[in-house]
């Protein structure tokens, strides 16, 4: 197959995603959607992935980890609200996708990533699309990034067992973290809020995240 081809099929691929998982669960930001459309997920994966790059379902990506399901990472971002002009952490590089969905949507993004494969797979792919808003640190991510903080908004890729107080210190106020916590095998989708000096949680959808390993998360 051509590379032309096999463009046009990726394209394709991502306006099924969109029309058929993401519309009907209630995606409806425009540029949340947007950002789906164009982001190239399958090179985010390996190319022995590449035809299920674009289904209903996370993918393995290395070292334990995920590619959360398209659904998923679209819901996440939606729920921080970003307009364009906020400064984003996210927690848990992984692939590198769901950075570059954010650095669509937001002035600058701040990922860590504990990990050095991965890391450095991410920032190779990252470079080669052009996503040059964000910024990637190898570290214990449950600490946060505190160099560039506060942050407009924070997205957690991992699972906790509570929400780490290093983000919450690190968040904006206003501000919005969204984080999944609860036990190793499920989780619950937290949405935090920090607004005049008050930090309040609402509970969203049942969601099963790989644990988030650090010293405010789960032990190895």
Request: proline residues 6%; charged residues 25%; without cysteine.
């Amino acid at each position: 197959m051509n590379q032309t081809k096999n463009n046009d099929v990726f394209k394709v691929a991502r306006e099924r995603m969109v029309a058929t998982q993401l519309k009907p669960r209630g995606i409806t930001d425009p540029r949340v959607l947007e950002a789906m459309r164009s982001v190239p997920r399958h090179l985010f994966v390996d190319e022995a992935l590449w035809d299920q790059a674009y289904g209903d379902h996370p993918l393995p990506i290395g070292h334990g980890q995920t590619i959360s399901q398209p659904y998923i990472v679209a819901l996440m971002t939606q729920e921080l609200g970003l307009k364009g002009d906020e400064k984003v952490l996210e927690v848990g590089t992984g692939s590198g996708y769901q950075a570059a969905i954010l650095s669509r949507l937001a002035r600058s993004v701040f990922s860590v990533e504990r990990v050095p494969a991965l890391l450095a797979r991410a920032r190779k792919v990252l470079d080669s699309l052009g996503y040059t808003n964000v910024h990637l640190k190898l570290d214990d991510g449950t600490w946060g990034w505190k160099e560039h903080a506060p942050y407009d908004a924070i997205m957690v890729t991992a699972g906790a067992p509570a929400v780490p107080e290093p983000l919450v210190e690190q968040l904006a106020d206003p501000g919005v973290m969204v984080i999944p916590v609860g036990d190793q095998f499920s989780q619950s989708l937290v949405k935090v809020i920090k607004k005049d000096g008050k930090v309040t949680e609402e509970y969203k959808e049942g969601v099963r995240f790989v644990k988030l390993i650090g010293d405010h998360g789960w032990k190895e």
